[in-house]
């Protein structure tokens, strides 16, 4: 089964910026649509971001707009989440997702069908 792997997270002050990558391991996906969640301790898994293989379509959580921007490589198969003015509140797991098999939705974890473990934005104030 391919998972994917993320990585780039850390410690960022307020303000500061991070950028994330996702890619898989054990196989290659051709998704659909890639996505980024995170969740906080005591939280639900949010949706953050998302991004349509084909189109280049972007959609964001109201949250992060102007302040995330989603991308991909389709030749690399590699997804990246770009975060510049990280606030305290964006202290999360981050996770990557993969939508490899057609939904016609993409702002809920049940849309995706690969998932990687996750990396740790931690934002100090």
């Known amino acids: 089964q391919v998972q994917l792997v993320e990585s780039g997270g850390g410690l960022v002050q307020a303000g500061g910026s991070l950028r994330l990558s996702c890619a898989p391991s054990?196989?290659?996906?051709?998704?659909?649509?890639m996505g980024w969640f995170r969740q906080a301790p005591g939280k639900e898994r949010e949706f953050v971001a998302s991004i349509s293989r084909y189109t280049a379509g972007t959609s964001y959580a109201e949250s992060v707009k102007g302040r995330f921007a989603i991308s991909r490589d389709n030749v690399k198969n590699t997804g990246y989440l770009q975060m510049s003015g990280l606030k305290p509140v964006g202290t999360a797991v981050y996770y990557c997702?993969?939508?490899?098999?057609?939904?016609?939705?993409?702002?809920?974890?049940?849309?995706?069908?690969?998932w990687g473990q996750g990396t740790q934005v931690t934002v100090s104030s």
């Open positions: 054990g196989g290659t996906v051709r998704s659909l649509f």
């Open positions: 997702a993969a939508q490899e098999n057609f939904r016609a939705t993409f702002s809920v974890a049940r849309a995706y069908d690969y």
